[in-house]
């Protein structure tokens, strides 16, 4: 049953993606999923009250520095939460891989952002400021947080399997 539940928050995070690729946003109510999925998960697997207490802790830790990030305009309100619910998934064990993922996908996708923007910029919108077409360019950085919440929600599965 917990693969279940495993299955469809990956459903969910792969249409949060979509979603924030389409149109930037990122709905609540799909996010708020992603998060209570875990809780599900945590109570079908019978990990207990500390284990799910170090994963809010976790959870928590990743809040205060989006957030932070948030304040300073590098990230929207959506991606916080986001990224509040893939480091419940992930928790302290699975934290730093997770975040080196969405860090690297991010990294590629902000780049592939840049080059079109350029390239946009270099097909003929000369009445365009040079800058002001990479100003418009935004990531939609839902996409790397989703791809770590794939890691979050799986990769702990699949190292208890291995052992």
Not at 40 to 56: E, F, K, T
Not at 71 to 94: E, I
Not at 121 to 136: E, F, H, N, V, Y
């Amino acid at each position: 049953m917990s693969y279940v539940v495993k299955a469809a928050t990956c459903v969910v995070l792969a249409s949060l993606a979509v979603s924030d690729i389409r149109s930037r946003r990122l709905p609540n109510r799909s996010v708020l999923l992603v998060a209570l999925s875990y809780l599900v998960d945590a109570a079908l697997s019978r990990s207990g009250v500390p284990s799910v207490a170090v994963h809010l802790a976790t959870a928590a830790g990743a809040f205060a520095v989006f957030a932070l990030l948030f304040r300073f305009g590098w990230m929207a309100g959506g991606d916080v939460k986001l990224a509040t619910a893939v480091f419940l998934w992930a928790g302290p064990n699975f934290a730093l891989p997770v975040l080196f993922i969405v860090s690297l996908c991010g990294l590629v996708l902000g780049l592939t952002v840049l080059a079109i923007a350029l390239i946009q910029r270099r097909r003929g919108r000369g009445d365009i400021a040079p800058t002001a077409s990479l100003r418009k360019a935004s990531v939609p950085y839902g996409v790397p947080l989703a791809i770590g919440g794939l890691a979050a929600v799986w990769v702990p599965a699949l190292t208890t399997l291995s052992t």
